[in-house]
């Protein structure tokens, strides 16, 4: 007989959450495929590199492993924050955009997801702002702290841009800008971050700015929050080399909080350190080591040739859908496309009708927020060959 009285006390969140988005996504196609083993599914879901990774980074990734073997060069715990080499390399791609950055103010991790979810353990009482459609793990995990949130719709109104003009100056806030935005791909420009940059530092709000996609980037918007006046009193960033590098499963990100940022007279950095110390262990030299490589030369070639791969497959996927009359958003400088739902049918709807007709899996864009019922996103991260195939099925009705 169990005495209820005296259960452990559970985080209601996160019964009465729904499944995280991508994990539904997974299911369903689980459940696809053991209905129909033999029929292909063209994965333009989630937004996951395919292409397979050099040799040349390999080689790089493999030699740094082998130094494990001798006691001369052999290593136990990373420190918590990351190795110095991978620091300094990550300095030196600022400095080239003229932000100057110390190495303590950088904080390698094992995923920006993790470090855009778990710097709310840093906030009390927090007010998210999360523009609604996002990336779906802001509100996620503001939704399982149960915190407040103020969801601010993207429309065509406001041309897809999340601009702080509709906010009250009576609070502060932890503002999440995701630039260019997954899923649309709209991009705030130099004056737009500036409005949100001024926005924060007086009503000392701080910004997560979650720069992802910033190697997709081919106008002049800026790539990073601190190519931006007065960014270094208000701002946290968190980039990855997921999409930038294809180490969705090497696993391999950094977070930059500057010094300067300060609330309640405590530097940020710091709390974050100790946060890092407690509960992290650090990234693998050896994965650490890879990073490094693709910030040298020899390796942003690499990076780029793959990246083009992409955005050609981006260019085949508009274009077919442009010849084939449908609604969408997309810009240069992001890999998604955001499609309107071209017939009578709800964003999930859709979505299984894509799957179980044509074995296409998108996202639906419900998933992204409410303002996303309507809508589905595309990934340009997929295989060409399954770009082709999916393309070659259209009209999709
Ligand atoms: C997406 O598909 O939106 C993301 O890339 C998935 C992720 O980064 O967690």
């Not at 169990?2 to 539904?24: A, D, G, S």
């Not at 006046?229 to 977070?255: P, V």
């Not at 299984?352 to 991260?381: H, K, M, N, Q």
Request: hydrophobic share 35%; net charge positive; with cysteine.
């Amino acid at each position: 007989m169990f005495l209820t009285e005296f259960t452990m006390k559970i985080n209601e969140n996160y019964v009465l959450q729904k499944n995280y988005i991508f994990t539904e996504i997974s299911k369903k196609m689980l459940d696809f495929k053991a209905k129909y083993p033999t029929r292909k599914i063209y994965n333009l879901g989630i937004g996951d590199v395919t292409r397979p990774m050099d040799k040349r980074l390999v080689d790089k990734i493999k030699k740094a492993l082998d130094e494990q073997i001798h006691s001369r060069t052999f290593k136990g715990y990373p420190p918590e924050t990351g190795y110095d080499f991978l620091k300094t390399a990550i300095a030196k791609k600022y400095a080239l955009r003229g932000i100057k950055l110390d190495l303590d103010e950088i904080f390698i991790s094992n995923g920006a997801g993790c470090d855009v979810t778990n710097i709310l353990n840093l906030f009390s009482d927090v007010t998210a702002v999360i523009a609604n459609p996002t990336y779906p793990a802001y509100l996620d995990s503001n939704n399982l702290r149960g915190n407040n949130c103020i969801l601010l719709p993207l429309t065509k109104k406001n041309q897809y841009k999340m601009l702080p003009n509709t906010l009250s100056e009576n609070q502060n806030y932890l503002i999440y800008i995701c630039s260019p935005n997954n899923p649309t791909g709209a991009t705030l420009n130099y004056d737009d971050l500036l409005s949100w940059v001024n926005f924060a530092n007086r009503t000392k709000s701080i910004i997560l700015f979650d720069n992802a996609y910033e190697s997709f980037i081919e106008d002049k918007s800026p790539k990073s929050i601190f190519e931006v006046k007065n960014a270094k009193y208000c701002a946290i960033e968190i980039s990855s080399f997921s999409k930038s590098a294809g180490f969705t499963n090497l696993r391999c990100s950094y977070t930059i909080i500057p010094k300067t940022l300060t609330r309640q007279n405590i530097k940020i950095n710091k709390m974050w350190l100790r946060h890092q110390c407690t509960f992290f262990n650090g990234v693998p030299y050896h994965i650490q080591k890879g990073a490094f490589f693709t910030l040298t030369d020899e390796g942003q070639r690499i990076c780029q040739k793959n990246i083009n791969y992409y955005k050609k497959n981006l260019k085949i996927l508009k274009n077919c859908l442009k010849k084939n009359n449908f609604e969408f958003l997309s810009s240069n400088n992001s890999p998604y496309v955001w499609v309107k739902i071209p017939i009578s049918k709800s964003s999930w709807e859709y979505f299984d009708f894509l799957l179980y007709t044509y074995g296409i899996v998108c996202v639906p864009g419900s998933g992204f927020g409410e303002s996303g019922e309507g809508y589905i996103r595309l990934s340009a991260f997929a295989k060409r060959c399954d770009i082709i195939s999916a393309t070659k099925l259209l009209p999709w009705v």
